[in-house]
C-alpha cells in the first residue's frame, strides 16, 4: 500500500468539499421537480421524497409501510401492472405512464420510470421509482380526443341526412326507368337526376375523405 502524500490528501478533501454542495444541489433539484420513492423486493414503501407527498397528498408516515396500491388510481388493467412488476422482476428498467389517485380522490398522471436496485449477483432488492407529473398534457390529449369525437359525430349526422336524400332520388328515378310508358325525353330527364344525384353522392365521398385525411394528419402531428 503506497504512501499518501500531504497534498494529495488535501486534493482529495478539497474535491469532497466541492463535491458535497454539489450532491446538495442536485438532490434537491431532484426533490423539487421529481417524484421518487424506494421499495423493498415486495413493493413496499420504505422512502418517498417531498413532491411524491405533494403530489399525492399523503404524508411521509401514511405512505411509509405501504403499497403503492394506496394511490392506484384502477385505471389500468391487471395485465399493465403485472408487465411492469415481470420487467423490473428480471432486473430490467421499466418506462411507462400511469394514472394515479391522490388521497383527496383526484387524479394524476406519472411519466414513471422505474430502475432495480441489484446486489452483487445482479439480483433485485430494492426498486427505485422516478416520476415526472405529466397531467397537463394528458388532459390537453384527452381534449384533443374529445374534439375528434365531436367533429367525426357532427359528420357522421351530416353524411347521415344528406346522403339520403341523393341516395332516395336515385332509386325513385331508378324504378322509374322500368316504366314502359317513358318517352325518350323522360328518360333523359330521369337519367340526368341519377347523374346529378351520383354528383352529389361524389362530393359528399370527397368531402369525408378529406375530413378523415385531416383527423389523421392532427393525430400525427400530436404523436410527433
Given at each position: 500500500?503506497?504512501?499518501?502524500?500531504?497534498?494529495?490528501?488535501?486534493?482529495?478533501?478539497?474535491?469532497?468539499?466541492?463535491?458535497?454542495?454539489?450532491?446538495?444541489?442536485?438532490?434537491?433539484?431532484?426533490?423539487?421537480?421529481?417524484?421518487?420513492?424506494?421499495?423493498?423486493?415486495?413493493?413496499?414503501?420504505?422512502?418517498?421524497?417531498?413532491?411524491?407527498?405533494?403530489?399525492?397528498?399523503?404524508?411521509?408516515?401514511?405512505l411509509l409501510g405501504q403499497n403503492h396500491r394506496i394511490i392506484n388510481s384502477g385505471f389500468h388493467p391487471k395485465e399493465f401492472l403485472k408487465k411492469m412488476w415481470t420487467t423490473i422482476g428480471k432486473g430490467q428498467v421499466w418506462h411507462g405512464e400511469i394514472k394515479n389517485q391522490a388521497k383527496d380522490g383526484s387524479y394524476y398522471w406519472v411519466d414513471s420510470v422505474i430502475v432495480p436496485i441489484k446486489d452483487s449477483v445482479g439480483k433485485p432488492v430494492?426498486?427505485?421509482?422516478?416520476?415526472?407529473?405529466?397531467?397537463?398534457?394528458?388532459?390537453?390529449?384527452?381534449?384533443?380526443?374529445?374534439?375528434?369525437?365531436?367533429?367525426?359525430?357532427?359528420?357522421?349526422?351530416?353524411?347521415?341526412?344528406?346522403?339520403?336524400?341523393?341516395?332516395?332520388?336515385?332509386?325513385?328515378l331508378s324504378d322509374l326507368i322500368d316504366d314502359s310508358r317513358n318517352s325518350p325525353e323522360d328518360l333523359k330527364i330521369i337519367v340526368e337526376g341519377i347523374k346529378e344525384s351520383a354528383i352529389m353522392l361524389d362530393n359528399y365521398?370527397?368531402?369525408?375523405?378529406?375530413?378523415?385525411?385531416?383527423?389523421?394528419?392532427?393525430?400525427?402531428l400530436d404523436a410527433g
Open positions: 500500500m503506497g504512501i499518501i502524500k500531504r497534498n494529495e490528501v488535501y486534493t482529495v478533501n478539497g474535491a469532497q468539499e466541492r463535491l458535497i454542495p454539489l450532491l446538495m444541489a442536485y438532490q434537491q433539484a431532484v426533490d423539487t421537480s421529481i417524484i421518487s420513492s424506494i421499495t423493498d423486493v415486495k413493493g413496499t414503501i420504505i422512502h418517498v421524497n417531498q413532491r411524491f407527498c405533494e403530489v399525492s397528498k399523503f404524508s411521509r408516515q401514511e430494492q426498486y427505485l421509482s422516478l416520476r415526472t407529473l405529466i397531467s397537463e398534457r394528458k388532459e390537453k390529449e384527452e381534449k384533443d380526443r374529445e374534439g375528434q369525437v365531436n367533429a367525426m359525430e357532427e359528420m357522421l349526422f351530416k353524411i347521415s341526412h344528406e346522403l339520403r336524400q341523393p341516395v332516395v332520388k336515385i332509386l325513385g365521398t370527397r368531402e369525408l375523405a378529406g375530413f378523415v385525411h385531416k383527423i389523421r394528419n392532427e393525430q400525427d
